[in-house]
């Protein structure tokens, strides 16, 4: 349970039933990426391997309690020749707390472009534990110790001419086995990793309720987990105690191999 293998390794109840437990926490509710890391590998096992996941859109419904394990029921919605689609739903104390769709597609050849991907330092140039983001490092180390994670610093300035936007460099430590399909749900786990902060960028010191909402995520080439990933966050909006927050994951050589949207809750503390 202490690595990512483990934490990601459901348990097979019956046919198109899971189960996953959360590792020891101090955070109060199950982290998001975890229950979308979770539900994605249950979904996956009930898939014939020949398919590999290109999108996912998730709700987050209930905050989990993580003393108690979440229950994953996959409902088998479409097997074609090109794509198949699945649906599940993370259970606990008999309500729904998550529900995932998810559509896999067959390899097939096509027309290709992508976005470049933006000038920043490479991650040996960055430091883990930048004085100003001592507190937020601190609660990655303690949560997260198998990722490391390397900020790229914003621009200059506060308040809301400040752009919306941060990056990171990431990387899960420990070396993991070659199945795609494990590094599809590890990145699925962190690409919950700071993607709400892009949203209060431009209001520092902001005192707020947060919450992930939900989650969409597009998967465009193959990567590894374990590999330096670039990930450009930005907020084109917030409006109504909402932020909307959208993200572009780069491998070291450029490739665009995911792109991840998110809707937040931002409630001003009152």
């Not at 997260?144 to 899960?172: F, T």
């Not at 399909?181 to 993607?195: E, F």
């Amino acid at each position: 349970m202490t690595t990512l293998e483990g934490l990601l390794d459901v348990e097979r109840l019956e046919v198109d039933l899971f189960r996953g437990a959360s590792p020891p926490t101090r955070l109060q509710h199950i982290f998001g990426g975890q229950v979308a890391g979770q539900a994605l590998v249950a979904t996956s096992r009930t898939v014939d391997p020949a398919y590999a996941v290109h999108s996912l859109h998730g709700y987050f419904l209930r905050a989990g309690q993580p003393e108690v394990p979440v229950v994953y029921r996959v409902e088998r919605i479409r097997d074609g020749r090109s794509f198949v689609t699945r649906r599940v739903t993370g259970i606990q104390h008999g309500k729904a707390i998550f529900m995932l769709s998810a559509s896999f597609q067959v390899h097939e050849e096509g027309l290709e472009h992508q976005e470049p991907m933006p000038v920043v330092p490479p991650p040996e140039d960055l430091v883990e534990v930048h004085p100003t983001r001592a507190a937020m490092v601190e609660l990655h180390r303690l949560e997260w110790p198998g990722w490391d994670l390397r900020d790229v610093l914003p621009p200059d300035g506060e308040g809301p001419d400040r752009p919306a936007r941060q990056q990171l460099w990431m990387r899960y430590r420990e070396g993991l086995p070659d199945d795609p399909v494990l590094h599809v749900c590890a990145l699925a786990y962190a690409s919950d990793l700071r993607l709400l902060g892009a949203s209060l960028v431009p209001h520092p010191g902001a005192a707020v309720q947060t919450a992930s909402l939900d989650h969409a995520m597009w998967f465009q080439r193959p990567f590894r987990a374990d590999d330096w990933l670039l990930y450009d966050q930005t907020s084109p909006s917030a409006v109504g105690a909402r932020g909307l927050t959208q993200g572009r994951i780069f491998d070291r050589a450029g490739n665009l191999v995911a792109a991840v949207m998110q809707e937040v809750l931002i409630r001003p503390l009152r």
